[in-house]
């Protein structure tokens, strides 16, 4: 079983900036793949990046690269969001997920955290 918590949602102006914190615990190995998500309110659950749980193959949906950072810190058992130039559509519910296949379906993914709420207000 795999424990995930969220952190670091808030409401920030358009142009500013948020960390995203998903704490794991639980039987997670280095192969595991830990993805962010996001969710407006009435849209679909969206893939925004993923990562190995060792680091590797950071990958980023279009609408967010080059703005968003994602990175694992094994010793702390916390992947990061870093989120920079927030726009509006940023805008929704993020989600952290663990799961054993590189992949971004959200389907695909076993756990799942509570969720954080990020507000960019314009």
């Known amino acids: 079983q795999v424990h995930l918590v969220e952190s670091g949602g808030g409401l920030v102006q358009a142009g500013g900036s948020l960390k995203l914190a998903c704490g794991a615990s639980?039987?997670?190995?280095?192969?595991?793949?830990i993805a962010w998500f996001r969710q407006a309110p009435g849209q679909e659950r969206d893939f925004v990046a993923r990562?190995?749980?060792?680091?590797?193959?950071?990958y980023y949906a279009h609408s967010v690269k080059d703005r968003f950072t994602i990175t694992s810190d094994n010793a702390e058992n916390t992947v990061y969001l870093q989120m920079n130039n927030l726009l509006p559509e940023d805008t929704a519910v993020y989600y952290c997920?663990?799961?054993?296949?590189?992949?971004?379906?959200?389907?695909?993914?076993?756990?799942w955290g509570q969720g954080t709420q990020v507000t960019v207000s314009s």
């Open positions: 997920a663990a799961g054993r296949i590189f992949t971004a379906a959200p389907g695909r993914y076993d756990y």
């Open positions: 990562i190995t749980r060792s680091g590797g193959n950071p």
């Open positions: 639980g039987h997670t190995s280095s192969s595991f793949v």
